[in-house]
């Protein structure tokens, strides 16, 4: 748990946490945060396009770190290949946690929530996404959650500091500021593996039913038939007892 001033809330530690990290490389984001908050701090991944990257950082600059993965279980199998060969090459704290009803059973009782509309989308990425997380931030005891979310993903991405308050925890960001070509840069500088399907026009990596590649090299409309980009996972889950 944080310990800090009583007296300083949650969201002035984010905002001076926020200053503190703009002018560091993104190395230097990571001991800082963990010179100051340490067992507080956990990660997560989705073993996703970029997921080197961060999986790469934590490894060489905070890999004491607990690092979550939320297997939805339905992944594309490229994806779970993809997991095993990082987790092999950068060997952290791993985490895995499942949502609390299989597959089968939520489209047994659902049907095909992808195919839904929005609200569709909304509840599969609370059954599969919000509440695993949710638990894992729970059980682990994390109040400061790493994420390698850049600015340069998503136009809904574009003003996030890089720390903020979600609800009832901290969410830094070492990666922020990283556009697409630093990306590139560090994943040809340290001869990082890229996901199999990186070569098939994916610019965005979620679940095989809901992804697409993309036709105009942007993120837009790649995820839920264009219905919304955000799995949920960043932003407030609208559900008082979440802490996220």
């Not at 800090?4 to 703009?22: A, H, I, Q, R, Y």
């Not at 230097?28 to 990257?53: C, I």
């Not at 979600?166 to 922020?176: E, F, S, V």
Request: hydrophobic letters at 35%; glycine letters at 8%; a negative charge.
């Amino acid at each position: 748990m944080i310990t800090m001033d009583p007296e300083v809330s949650p969201e002035t530690l984010s905002e001076t946490l926020s200053e503190e990290l703009k002018n560091l490389n993104a190395g230097k984001r990571l001991e800082l945060l963990y010179e100051r908050l340490g067992s507080s701090l956990v990660a997560s991944t989705s073993f996703g396009l970029q997921a080197a990257v961060m999986l790469k950082l934590l490894h060489d600059h905070a890999p004491k770190v607990p690092v979550i993965f939320i297997d939805t279980g339905f992944l594309f199998p490229e994806t779970y290949r993809y997991a095993e060969e990082l987790m092999e090459k950068f060997p952290l704290d791993y985490r895995i946690y499942h949502p609390t009803v299989s597959a089968a059973r939520m489209q047994a009782i659902h049907g095909d929530l992808w195919e839904q509309g929005r609200e569709g989308a909304e509840k599969y990425g609370l059954l599969t996404k919000i509440e695993p997380m949710n638990r894992a931030l729970r059980e682990i005891g994390g109040d400061v959650w790493l994420s390698g979310l850049r600015r340069a993903q998503s136009e809904t991405r574009q003003d996030r500091p890089f720390v903020e308050q979600q609800k009832k925890t901290i969410k830094a960001y070492p990666i922020l500021d990283w556009a697409d070509a630093q990306v590139e840069v560090f994943y040809h500088q340290n001869d990082l593996p890229r996901h199999p399907l990186a070569e098939q026009g994916y610019v965005t990596m979620g679940d095989w039913h809901s992804t697409r590649p993309s036709t105009d090299g942007t993120a837009n409309g790649t995820r839920f038939n264009g219905d919304k980009y955000e799995c949920g996972l960043h932003l407030d889950s609208g559900t008082s007892d979440f802490q996220i």
